[in-house]
């Protein structure tokens, strides 16, 4: 449960890092910002899917 939670706080700060790297023209951190939130977004969103929230203990 609790890799939910890190997946989670990884795309939201990097989200907010592709934003303010907008604001300031700085396209290779968008480039890489942007590929965090959608690996770790990826992996957050299957890790609920997979393992449901709550987890289940079957």
Same mark, same amino acid.
């Given at each position: 449960?609790? @890799?939910?939670?890190?997946?989670?706080?990884? *795309?939201? !700060?990097?989200a907010y890092g592709v934003f303010c790297s907008l604001?300031?023209?700085?396209? @290779?951190?968008?480039?890489?910002?942007?590929? *965090?939130? !959608?690996?770790?977004?990826?992996?957050?969103?299957?890790?609920?899917?997979?393992?449901?929230?709550?987890?289940?203990?079957?």
């Open positions: 449960m609790g @890799l939910v939670f890190i997946f989670a706080l990884i *795309t939201i !700060l990097a604001k300031s023209k700085n396209f @290779l951190a968008v480039f890489w910002g942007m590929t *965090t939130v !959608l690996v770790f977004g990826w992996f957050s969103i299957m890790t609920i899917i997979h393992h449901g929230v709550p987890t289940s203990t079957i």
